[in-house]
């Protein structure tokens, strides 16, 4: 849980680097990266689908954060890069317990477009109009009380 004190070596919530199977294979600790070949086995599309490994969930309820594709996210890099992190199907240069693990830091130029690159769209959500007329008529009557 987001709470928790303790944290891991990897995105699926453990210190011990995920495996390659296919989602439909899902371990409890898989990931889509490259391991004497690629997960999918297809070269020409070597990616899952996002959430695909139900069972390989992060402690914080977010799926896939190790492998698929390398994250953008916020942080400046020498020069114009910009940061990623989470590795990728694509890094077979790299033995994977490298590219996986939480610490792995990378870069690029955001300019440039590439098929191992993305980033991830999260919300949260906005509390209903209940929830925010309750908060009001609370408040209201706060209000009320104390200027009595």
């Not at 908060?135 to 200027?147: E, N, P, Q, S, Y």
């Amino acid at each position: 849980d987001g709470n928790s004190a303790t944290y891991s070596d990897y995105a699926t919530g453990t210190d011990t680097t995920p495996d390659n199977n296919l989602p439909s294979s899902d371990s409890g600790n898989s990931a889509n990266f490259y391991d004497n070949g690629f997960t999918t086995g297809d070269i020409n599309y070597p990616l899952t689908d996002a959430g695909a490994y139900k069972l390989s969930g992060s402690p914080y309820g977010t799926f896939d954060q190790g492998g698929n594709v390398h994250e953008w996210n916020e942080a400046l890099m020498p020069g114009s890069f910009r940061g990623l992190r989470g590795g990728s199907f694509a890094n077979h240069f790299t033995p994977p317990f490298d590219i996986l693990i939480a610490s792995y830091r990378a870069g690029n130029d955001p300019s440039v477009e590439t098929g191992y690159s993305g980033f991830r769209v999260a919300t949260i959500p906005e509390p209903g109009s209940g929830v925010l007329a309750v908060i009001a008529c609370g408040l209201m009557w706060l209000l009320r009380k104390r200027f009595k």
